[in-house]
């Protein structure tokens, strides 16, 4: 069984078709686990009983700490829930409300790569860098598992995917060093997720570039005539050409997924994807 984790915030409507679409590829293989924000006012609960989704959905039983820029506490939080699950999750893949899958292949891409995450080595010229290197509980991370400068990669962590006992050790190193209070305190957030998993993983796996990277594509957002980064302006929206020319370059059952996409059910992007994935 895997468990997909996501952090949610608004719109119980459009994370209940989000579900929709990954069980349209994974069906029984799969469990999913939302993480509703503190700021949150919607009740998502809805979706953790809608038998017409045919898979399970828990969500999460405490609320922690997140922003735009980090969603670490949502990391925690569904932790906690795996563990109280118990036995039967082999894999934990976590992402983000933004994103739908755009092709099939997604238990097997899974089972065939074990991990998948990006290994991009961190510049200084990076904006959070001096955040990151002068946080504190980031050095006392570093120093006891003997990270060095060189030994930080970074990625995003939507699409990524980890073995259960590599995710388990990584959380739990996490919570030892960046305890909760430092999660509320806003000022100081960093992409911890970011760095955190791209950074663990290669030390403790032990070994040089994964044989899959994440499995969402991220479209760049474009600044509106206002200046304003919004998830919600049309030419920020993933298109049904773009959703076609990623399909036609998948080469072998490899899952693909994309973000951004819009939050209107009626937005043609995803009309297409019902079309050709059933959800």
């Not at 065939?112 to 290994?119: D, I, L, P, V």
């Not at 006992?165 to 030892?176: S, Y």
């Not at 509106?224 to 298109?239: L, P, S």
């Not at 997924?257 to 019902?274: A, I, N, Q, Y």
Request: proline share 4%; glycine share 6%; charged share 20%.
């Amino acid at each position: 069984m895997i468990a997909i984790v996501c952090p949610i915030h608004k719109n119980p409507e459009a994370v209940a078709a989000q579900v929709a679409n990954y069980v349209s590829v994974h069906g029984s293989q799969a469990m999913h686990i939302l993480h509703p924000s503190r700021e949150s006012t919607e009740d998502f609960s809805g979706i953790a009983s809608d038998k017409s989704l045919n898979c399970r959905v828990l969500i999460c039983a405490e609320s922690l700490p997140t922003s735009y820029v980090s969603g670490i506490g949502s990391v925690i939080s569904a932790t906690r829930e795996i563990k109280k699950y118990g036995n039967g999750i082999s894999q934990v893949y976590y992402h983000s409300d933004a994103d739908l899958l755009v092709s099939d292949g997604f238990v097997e891409t899974l089972t065939k790569h074990k991990n998948g995450y990006r290994t991009v080595q961190v510049q200084k010229t990076w904006h959070p860098y001096k955040a990151m290197i002068a946080d504190e509980n980031f050095t006392n991370l570093r120093g006891n598992l003997g990270i060095k400068d060189d030994d930080i990669r970074a990625g995003r962590i939507e699409g990524c995917f980890f073995e259960i006992d590599l995710w388990l050790e990584m959380v739990d190193i996490i919570e030892k060093f960046f305890p909760l209070e430092s999660l509320d305190n806003t000022k100081t957030f960093w992409p911890f997720e970011e760095i955190l998993f791209s950074t663990l993983a290669g030390k403790l796996v032990g070994m040089g570039k994964p044989s899959s990277r994440n499995i969402i594509q991220t479209k760049p957002i474009k600044q509106t005539a206002k200046g304003i980064n919004d998830r919600n302006f049309e030419a920020n929206m993933v298109q049904v050409a773009e959703i076609t020319a990623v399909r036609s370059s998948i080469a072998n059952k490899r899952c693909v997924g994309m973000k951004w996409f819009s939050l209107d059910m009626e937005h043609p992007s995803r009309k297409f994807l019902t079309q050709v994935l059933g959800a």
